[in-house]
């Protein structure tokens, strides 16, 4: 790869073969990235959150999510229902169905990190860690 590549025309390509990494490992699951970003959020939150927390955690829009967690409860990994205690919260649920899956999705993103990273030292890393957390936080 040549040396004059801008920054932001690199982490583009690097994003979409990761992403094309992901699909093809999510593709057993019938799952999408932000789906698995939504389960392993779910999962963190001892599978049940309101559609709102999704919403906040995904950092879109309300129908956007809307529209996640339906395909979502399409599938049968989601269920959803009303708040009782308080009607504008939509619960979500993971269901039986993902039993077992989150382990395998876990695996398989620490997998994809570790090949990423390979290439650099311990110190790069942690450097590299930083600058795009510095660089994320500035975009505010």
């Not at 990235?33 to 309300?62: D, M, P, W, Y």
């Not at 009303?82 to 619960?91: F, G, L, S, W």
């Amino acid at each position: 790869m040549s040396g004059d590549k801008d920054i932001g025309y690199l982490i583009k390509n690097i994003n979409d073969k990761l992403k094309v990494k992901a699909d093809n490992q999510l593709k057993e699951y019938d799952l999408t990235i932000t789906q698995s970003r939504v389960f392993a959020f779910l999962e963190s939150k001892n599978g049940l959150a309101t559609q709102k927390e999704i919403e906040v955690f995904l950092e879109v829009s309300h129908p956007t999510v809307v529209g996640i967690v339906s395909r979502m409860e399409k599938k049968g990994y989601l269920r959803t229902w009303i708040d009782e205690e308080d009607k504008r919260n939509k619960m979500v649920q993971l269901t039986e169905k993902t039993s077992g899956i989150g382990k395998d999705l876990e695996e398989d993103m620490k997998e994809t990190e570790k090949m990423l990273l390979s290439p650099l030292s311990s110190e790069e890393v942690k450097s590299l860690r930083e600058m795009l957390i510095k660089i994320y936080k500035h975009l505010d």
